[in-house]
């Protein structure tokens, strides 16, 4: 199995910053690509959607994090973050860490993914 553990998720005003990070452990015969890693948010009542991605080559970022968003990766530590900058209302959701067991199909596709994260709560707000 491997496990996807995130936290940095919080409570901040518009305009507000938060750093996620994401940390991921392997037991047994489990694997996972490094190279296809990523971001994921739910907010209530919608679909769970990308937000920002390592997929195959350089990062990959949706409409709604880009240029506010970045995220990053450290293969030593199995870690990626996502650093949150500018933070807005809509923003408000379940942040959820995902990964691959290998590259393949479309990223934005959610059955593509195989292994995911609890999820971490990010709340902005007045």
């Known amino acids: 199995q491997v496990r996807l553990v995130e936290s940095g998720g919080g409570s901040v005003q518009p305009g507000g910053s938060l750093r996620l990070s994401c940390v991921a452990s392997v037991t047994g015969g489990s694997r996972y690509d490094k190279h296809c890693m990523g971001w994921f948010r739910q907010a209530p009542g919608k679909e769970r959607q990308a937000v920002a991605l390592?997929?195959?080559?350089?990062?990959v970022y949706t409409d709604s994090a880009e240029g506010r968003f970045t995220i990053s990766q450290n293969n030593a530590k199995n870690t990626i973050t996502l650093q949150m900058n500018s933070l807005q209302q809509e923003d408000t959701a379940t942040y959820y860490c995902a990964a691959q067991v290998e590259c393949g199909g479309s990223w934005d596709v959610l059955s593509n993914w195989d292994w995911w994260g609890q999820g971490t709560q990010v709340t902005v707000s007045l």
């Open positions: 390592f997929y195959g080559g350089g990062p």
